[in-house]
């Protein structure tokens, strides 16, 4: 009895420990080329206070964080659509566990003013 109650103990401690499942990236459609939507992300988040910790344009990468709040990243990934629009996706981070998709609609809410794309 005591050993059942002791695995179970056990069993539900570890469970405690496993990570929560991930959150899914906020996903944005644009009519402009991946390159330019990259470029425009990395200035403004650059502009925002974050340093840039990988871009790549081959790759469509970017990867950010927050200089002033350790932890606290943005990562976008910026792929072309088959009919000429570019498809970013875009997941904040906070001790490497996402957070809310919605707490990236102002970033790209402005992202799409920097390309010209809001009315």
């Not at 695995?7 to 499942?21: D, F, H, K, M, Q």
């Not at 644009?30 to 871009?55: C, D, F, K, N, S």
């Not at 906070?94 to 957070?99: D, I, K, M, N, Y």
């Amino acid at each position: 009895m005591t050993r059942t109650l002791l695995i179970l103990l056990l069993a539900t401690w570890l469970a405690g420990c496993a990570a929560p499942p991930a959150s899914a990236p906020r996903e944005l459609r644009l009519a402009a080329t991946p390159e330019a939507t990259l470029r425009e992300a990395m200035q403004l988040l650059m502009a925002r206070g974050y340093v840039i910790r990988h871009a790549d344009d081959d790759l469509g990468r970017l990867d950010a964080a927050l200089a002033r709040m350790p932890g606290y990243g943005v990562s976008l990934r910026v792929f072309a659509d088959a009919e000429g629009s570019t498809r970013v996706e875009a997941i904040a981070t906070r001790g490497g566990r996402a957070l809310s998709p919605g707490l990236l609609d102002p970033f790209l809410t402005d992202l799409r003013a920097r390309l010209g794309l809001l009315p």
